[in-house]
């Protein structure tokens, strides 16, 4: 028992030890409001010492109005059993005013029962000016978002909509209380959410920016079509904890590309009729003049021949083009021996371009199920494209490789490379790459080519660096050939 006595008021003195030495001010009263307990941060705040508080009554205690009016309450907190906060400002020792928060609550013996009030008093006028400059500086962030020409969005990592500025209620047509809480999914066309949850599915859990062009429904039932970058906001720890967009309307650029794309495929289509003549006169024509005594005749209607021949290709290049854009591309496919054709297709080039050096490294691929015709399309672009960009030779090298998921076909050269800012762009439409030799061409072929592979469910990358050339990779889905379909028993 003596023990116990002991290590009761050891633990006493150490709780009473822990109190003074805090920086909050403690009081203590018992149910008479007789002070109790009197730290040392409540004679700073108050100007009485704890000699002189301790076992008089608060009625004694000389306290400034505003806190006197606080401490009323102390027989109401003790007889309901309640906790109650304030704040005031009173002016600080060195001069200064500071914000005080102030909190009553009971006070109990070891049985539980209520034996009197504290009064804790916290100097808060740090967190009040924290506060407040984050306030500030949320008008200030909201002022400017709003200000914005484009729609501007804020999610969690579910895609709902947490923040939104007024570009974007614009856009939508909605009201900001009818968009927050909504999920982004929820405006995005049916025919693009597919893609769209896959893109957020991937910044969610790899950070990853993103851009994208999709059609939103708006509330009046109508549809835009808009071009949005999504960016990953992360914490202290790289975690992703949201994400934040910008949403811009392209609705006009869309409808003006769409009247162009229907130019073109007309005037392809008209073209293309008398360039088939064209070309096959000039076939007779070359071979009738086979045995002509001019030779410069015969080398004149050669030079037309291939010229037409290369207006045929460019024709060819916009009718694909136009075949991609509206989603109407072809396929006819075969199963053929996809090493065979690859290795078919270099041969040709080795005879066409003896600056370079061809290397095919085939792997154990077998036979492949697609378009054999617009896979050596693909082929003939990616070969091609190289040649132009590395004029003073160099390796070539193809290779093939089968994975789990599909057949692998990269192409790689030695030449100027590309500039990291242009490699997301090498697929785009009309886009040529800039270097140090400039190269005829339309800017199609990586376009048509892109398209080609992701008609038939592969991809397609570049990776490259400047001056030490490039690698084009792309891959076709594995399909698996049945017996009657191999010709086989």
């Known amino acids: 028992m003596i023990q116990n006595t002991v290590e009761v008021h050891t633990d006493r003195d150490f709780l009473a030890s822990i109190v003074d030495s805090s920086q909050d001010s403690v009081v203590t009263m018992d149910l008479n409001s007789i002070i109790t307990s009197w730290n040392k941060a409540a004679q700073d705040l108050y100007g009485y010492s704890a000699s002189?508080?301790?076992?008089?009554?608060l009625s004694l205690i000389v306290l400034p109005e505003d806190i006197r009016q606080l401490f009323k309450d102390i027989d109401r907190i003790a007889h309901n059993n309640v906790v109650e906060r304030f704040e005031t400002v009173r002016p600080h020792k060195d001069g200064t005013m500071m914000n005080l928060e102030i909190v009553f609550s009971p006070v109990r013996n070891s049985f539980n029962r209520i034996i009197g009030v504290s009064c804790v008093a916290r100097n808060?006028?740090?967190?009040?000016?924290?506060?407040k400059a984050l306030q500030e500086s949320e008008t200030r962030f909201?002022?400017?978002?709003?200000?914005?020409?484009?729609?501007?969005?804020?999610?969690?990592?579910?895609?709902?909509l947490t923040l939104v500025n007024e570009r974007t209620c614009d856009l939508l047509a909605y009201k900001p209380k009818e968009l927050i809480g909504k999920s982004i999914f929820d405006f995005t066309l049916a025919q693009d959410s597919h893609l769209q949850r896959q893109i957020f599915g991937t910044i969610i859990n790899g950070g990853k920016r993103f851009e994208t062009e999709k059609r939103v429904l708006r509330k009046?039932?109508?549809?835009r079509w808009v071009s949005e970058s999504v960016t990953a906001i992360l914490d202290e720890h790289n975690t992703v904890i949201s994400t934040i967009g910008v949403i811009l309307?392209?609705?006009d650029r869309k409808e003006l590309e769409h009247r162009k794309d229907e130019f073109i495929a007309v005037a392809s289509h008209e073209i293309k009729t008398p360039l088939t003549s064209l070309t096959g006169y000039g076939q007779i024509l070359e071979e009738k003049l086979k045995k002509s005594e001019s030779a410069d005749l015969r080398n004149l209607v050669h030079k037309l021949n291939r010229q037409t021949e290369k207006l045929q290709r460019l024709t060819a290049h916009l009718l694909d083009t136009t075949r991609i854009t509206e989603g109407a591309l072809m396929l006819h496919r075969e199963w053929f021996d996809l090493n065979g054709f690859i290795a078919e297709t270099v041969e040709q080039f080795r005879e066409s371009s003896a600056k370079h050096q061809f290397v095919f490294r085939a792997g154990n691929v077998g036979k492949t199920y697609a378009d054999k015709m617009l896979i050596g399309e693909v082929l003939n672009n990616l070969i091609t494209n190289v040649i132009k960009y590395?004029?003073?030779?160099?390796?070539?090298?193809?290779?093939?490789?089968?994975?789990?998921?599909g057949d692998s076909i990269s192409v790689t050269d030695e030449g100027i490379g590309i500039a990291e800012t242009s490699l997301n762009h090498v697929f785009d439409r009309f886009f040529r790459v800039e270097g140090g030799n400039r190269v005829s061409g339309l800017g199609l072929g990586l376009y048509i080519s892109a398209g080609i592979i992701r008609s038939h469910g592969g991809q397609i990358n570049v990776k490259s660096k400047i001056g030490q050339g490039s690698v084009f990779n792309f891959s076709l889905p594995l399909v698996i050939q049945s017996v009657d379909e191999s010709g086989t028993n």
């Open 249 to 251: 309307d392209i609705t």
């Open 390 to 405: 590395s004029p003073e030779g160099g390796k070539v090298t193809l290779a093939t490789h089968r994975t789990a998921e």
């Open 124 to 131: 808060i006028t740090e967190r009040k000016r924290i506060q």
């Open 52 to 57: 002189d508080a301790i076992g008089k009554s």
């Open 220 to 223: 009046d039932g109508s549809v």
């Open 142 to 160: 909201r002022a400017i978002v709003n200000q914005a020409s484009v729609g501007i969005f804020q999610t969690d990592l579910e895609g709902k």
